[in-house]
Nanobody
């Protein structure tokens, strides 16, 4: 059974940092792009960041560019999201995902991702 499990969420103050992790089990995703999405209350899920299967390419939403960094460790089958200078508007449930197709370039379309985690809550207070 394929599972993606996020961890690292929590309640922080504006300006603080958090590091999210997403560990995969049941299969290896070393040849698949990985991504992070988020969904705030009353809003649609939105793209945050993605990383190519090799880690050589990354792609960010404008709202997080320069503050968030996505990385991966294929040996651990894990992807990370380092979030710095957090803002109240970053408050959301954060989901990790894995691409449907191996060796594909990174993109921000949720339809490209076929495996999803259950989400981890990030709350940023002002």
């Amino acid at each position: 059974q394929v599972q993606l499990v996020e961890s690292g969420g929590g309640l922080v103050q504006a300006g603080d940092s958090l590091r999210l992790s997403c560990a995969a089990s049941g299969r290896t995703f070393s040849t698949y792009a990985r991504g992070w999405f988020r969904q705030a209350p009353g809003k649609e899920r939105e793209f945050v960041a993605a990383i190519s299967w090799s880690g050589g390419s990354t792609y960010y939403a404008d709202s997080v560019k320069g503050r968030f960094t996505i990385s991966r460790d294929n040996a651990k089958n894990t992807v990370y999201l380092q979030m710095n200078s957090l803002k109240p508007e970053d408050t959301a449930v954060y989901y990790c995902a894995a691409d449907r197709i191996p060796y594909r370039g990174v993109g921000g379309q949720s339809a490209d991702f076929g495996s999803w985690g259950q989400g981890t809550q990030v709350t940023v207070s002002s």
